[in-house]
């Protein structure tokens, strides 16, 4: 199997983990509860109070015309994966409603649903964010919007939404209509957090005395590049030498435990970053 391959596989395994997370939240936690945040499943939610079909159904029949808006206008530019992703989470809605009905909210505890009803989908969207896929939806008129206009598509989206959620409380009641918006105010910021959490890494500033040792562990024990340069210290005004490496968080815990026994003196600084772009880490 060559490297292409598992590559796609490993795209495709994702997009299913991320719309299996993003179908869970969306049926058991925002249907039940009447909150709508923006996007397909929002426009579900309202559509559900005046049709006789079933929330799934609208989000399938949504997504579909969405997709067919999306060749007409897009073309070939409109990538296999935003189909595959946008059909699969309507097959998991649809599919949830047949295994496990509901007629009414899991619990009676709405901050607690509200919870899982953003957090389920912030973590679903953030995977696909991070492979660089789009969940289909709403996102395909954000695509078409930016490719026949010089509209602002991070506040179009954002609008839409916002007025999607505010029809929550002419729709429903108050309650609903404050619970939604609450969560359309969350659901970015998660995303946001959940994003920068999966690629969280650690970068080093390591100060020692003998570079050697410490550049030949991380580069054949944990097969990541390392640069290093001569200093003097300001206050011993020794020669000494500053190594630069970004690591995973798992092989920094390794590098620590390594420099401690090599080289105990070492000064090492650690500082978090999850915006690393080059080879080994995002392209």
């Known amino acids: 199997m060559n490297e292409k391959v598992k590559q796609n596989i490993k795209i495709y395994g994702l997009i299913t983990l991320s719309q299996l997370l993003i179908a869970s939240g969306v049926y058991f936690f925002k249907f039940q509860n009447n909150f709508s945040f923006g996007g397909v499943s929002g426009i579900a939610v309202l559509m559900n109070k005046f049709y006789m079909l079933s929330a799934g159904d609208i989000v399938l029949i949504l997504n579909i015309a969405l997709l067919l808006v999306g060749f007409i206008f897009l073309g070939k530019s409109f990538g296999i994966k935003t189909v595959y992703s946008s059909l699969l989470m309507s097959f998991f809605i649809s599919l949830l409603e047949r295994i496990a009905p509901l007629t009414e909210p899991l619990t009676n505890e709405p901050m607690l649903e509200l919870a899982f009803a953003i957090g389920l989908p912030a973590v679903g969207a953030a995977i696909l964010f991070n492979i660089g896929a789009s969940s289909g939806g709403t996102d395909i008129i954000a695509l078409i919007l930016q490719k026949y206009s010089s509209i602002d598509i991070g506040r179009a989206l954002f609008l839409t939404d916002l007025l999607i959620t505010l029809s929550v409380f002419l729709v429903f009641d108050i309650k609903a209509g404050l619970f939604s918006f609450l969560g359309l105010m969350i ?3 998660a ?24 550049c030949n562990y991380i580069v054949n024990n944990l097969h990541r590049g390392a640069t290093y340069c001569e200093a003097v210290g300001a206050f011993s005004h020794t020669n000494k030498y500053i190594i630069l490496t970004a690591l995973k968080r798992s092989q920094a815990v390794r590098l620590r435990q390594y420099i401690k026994q090599v080289e105990p003196s070492a000064f090492i600084m650690i500082s978090n970053t999850s915006e690393i772009i080059g080879k080994g880490f995002r392209k």
């Not at 995303?191 to 410490?214: R, T």
């Open 187 to 189: 659901k970015s910021l």
């Open 191 to 214: 995303i946001d957090g959940v994003i920068e959490s999966i690629n969280m890494c650690k970068f080093f500033n390591i100060v020692c005395v003998d570079p050697e040792p410490i």
